[in-house]
């Protein structure tokens, strides 16, 4: 068995089997081919005996001096990873493994680095929705304004996923980290007034296959691909005149949580609104805009005050057994009177 073979029959099990996602798959497949690539042009051969700690140390490195972020270089040993516990488990002709052990687990892995994203303050959102669009790309706009799904799932959104419950409707999609087959898909709520927008434009364009795209691209009515539809939003910012940031759908979906949470919407419907499965990953939306902290230092100045049952000032005043000046470096100091 060559590596490239293992490779392949890898992917075919945790495809069929684990129910990875295409997404999943097709990432792994990219990077089993750069490591074989990557091995060969290095004088080794395509076997998984040069699957070893050595040459996944020296991919990493090379990786490093093509100033590969940390991230990728991570998620390339993750897609290495699951390789080597696959081909663990497979034998030669002499009932030995392919593979003696997981040649990514025998040295320091690159530390994840988790940058803060950034998202729209209020009159960057209000620029950025009054931008006029054709009517394809204002609906895409108005979706992921309103719902704050991901890229990937706003193209992969059909027809037949969109659902009235009531008087309400719906839109049912599988999401990031439900994907795997036979996988429970998540009912995203609409407004009434995205829901409105988005009923209007299926019905004018008549007759339609459930599987048909639920938003096209404008020229060639087609389903949107990811990279179309980010370099869309991200145009629409830079003819808001945004500057400080581009509007790709990964930070409006982070501007969706803002709006929400300083709507007074609690953290578990959020959490639910963004399709996650843990509070923990909410924290990582959550962001404060200009003033709040300053707010917040206020509203515990009066909860103090609450809490002693007097004054603040007059109680540290009576604390105080002389007055206070300021140093000459603006540093409060006693009176030496």
Known sequence: ???????????????????????????????????????????????????????????????????????????????????????????????????????????????????????????????????????????????????????????????????????????????????????????IPLSADCAARVVAAVQARGPQSPTAPLLLTPRSKKRWTRTQLTQAMIRVGRRAGLTRLTSSPHKLRHTANVVARMSGVDALTRASMLNHRSLRTLARYDHLVAGETMKGREQQRAGLARYIGQSVSGAVSAGCDSPLRLAPSGVASKSSD
Not at 37 to 65: N, Q, W, Y
Request: proline share 5%.
């Open 1 to 187: 068995m060559t590596l490239s073979q293992g490779s392949q029959q890898c992917l075919q099990y945790i495809g069929a089997v684990r129910g990875y996602s295409a997404a999943t798959l097709a990432n792994y497949d990219r990077t089993h081919r750069q490591f074989i690539a990557f091995l060969v042009a290095r004088g080794r051969i395509d076997d998984p005996k040069h699957f070893t700690v050595e040459t996944v140390m020296e991919f990493c490195s090379h990786l490093g001096s093509l100033k590969i972020h940390a991230n990728t270089i991570l998620n390339k040993i993750h897609g290495l990873s699951t390789l080597a516990r696959y081909l663990m488990k497979q034998t030669t002709g002499r009932g030995r493994p392919v593979l003696a052990s997981n040649p990514t687990l025998g040295f320091e892995r690159p530390r994840e680095v988790r940058p803060a994203t950034k998202f729209l303050l209020p009159d960057e959102l209000a620029k950025f929705l009054a931008v006029p669009l054709d009517p394809a790309t204002a609906l895409a706009r108005e979706l992921l304004v309103d719902t704050g799904i991901r890229c990937m799932e706003a193209c992969e959104a059909n027809v037949g996923d969109l659902r009235q419950l009531g008087d309400a409707w719906y839109v049912t999609l599988q999401v990031k980290g439900r994907r795997q087959a036979g996988g429970e898909p998540a009912s």
